[in-house]
């Protein structure tokens, strides 16, 4: 997760910060006028460490050109002297570092050692190293990594990418994560909660009720499944631990008699 902070600058000298900081690349951008009128900005984080105050440290955040070559009218100093100005009133507003908040409701945030109680309604979030007690509604977490906790998913909240040492308690309702990857865990999924795809040493500790998964990869690891849960894919029929004899698991592999399955 990059950090970068990306925004349109127009030839009139007005400027339209546009949120990519969520975003691994440059988003794609429209524009009815001329590109000539206007160049794409980038404030992008040195080492990665978002979590920075480019007002307190400018020498850690790097300003860069998105369009190649720049337009004739644009004047390096100048601008970015004003983009500096704006992402850093950005930054001020989305990005919490070591932060102990109840409730997060709507917008985007970047959150980065923080213990946050409940994230909600139409959230937009990237997490590091963070703790969140619930995730509800329709919230979103781009990416958790690094050493964060989400203790339970409700509702149809999502993550995007469960990255390196993350944790999820329970997932519940229909709760979904769309990639693990690393040695992230989850210990709990129930009703009808989803995982789209689990790589590398990920690992599910307890599937049950309607929970389904689409596809294992590489060493990843389900240790329990029971209820009426789904696995569409299995690479290795080994990466189930145990099963009762009800669960759907479709597979190109044949199922081995001596699997300790029930």
Not at 28 to 43: E, K, Q
Not at 111 to 121: A, H, N, R, V
Not at 127 to 149: H, I, L, N, P, Y
Not at 150 to 179: C, P, T
Request: charged share 20%.
């Amino acid at each position: 997760m990059k950090g970068s902070i990306y925004g349109i600058i127009n030839k009139n000298g007005k400027i339209q910060l546009i949120g990519g900081c969520l975003d691994e690349e440059t988003p794609g951008i429209r524009n009815s006028d001329s590109p000539v009128s206007y160049m794409v900005a980038v404030l992008s984080p040195m080492n990665g460490k978002w979590w920075l105050s480019p007002k307190k440290y400018p020498d850690e955040w790097e300003f860069g050109n998105s369009s190649h070559p720049a337009p004739g009218w644009f004047q390096s100093k100048k601008y970015e002297e004003k983009f500096r100005r704006e992402t850093c009133r950005w930054w001020k507003k989305h990005v919490l570092y070591q932060r102990d908040i109840p409730q997060l409701t709507s917008s985007t945030y970047l959150l980065k050692d923080c213990q946050i109680g409940e994230i909600s309604g139409n959230t937009h979030f990237v997490c590091c190293d963070t703790f969140v007690q619930t995730m509800r509604d329709t919230a979103t977490a781009k990416e958790v990594c690094g050493r964060s906790c989400v203790d339970i998913m409700v509702g149809q909240s999502k993550i995007e990418k469960l990255n390196d040492y993350s944790f999820v308690r329970m997932m519940q309702e229909k709760a979904s994560i769309e990639n693990m990857n690393g040695k992230s865990t989850v210990e709990s999924m129930s009703d009808h909660a989803s995982v789209d795809t689990i790589r590398h040493h990920s690992r599910i500790f307890s599937m049950a009720g309607q929970a389904s998964v689409r596809a294992m990869y590489h060493q990843s690891l389900i240790y329990e499944l029971q209820g009426e849960c789904t696995v569409n894919y299995v690479e290795h029929l080994t990466n189930i631990l145990s099963a009762t004899r009800n669960i759907k698991i479709a597979s190109s592999l044949q199922l081995d008699p001596a699997m300790p399955f029930n």
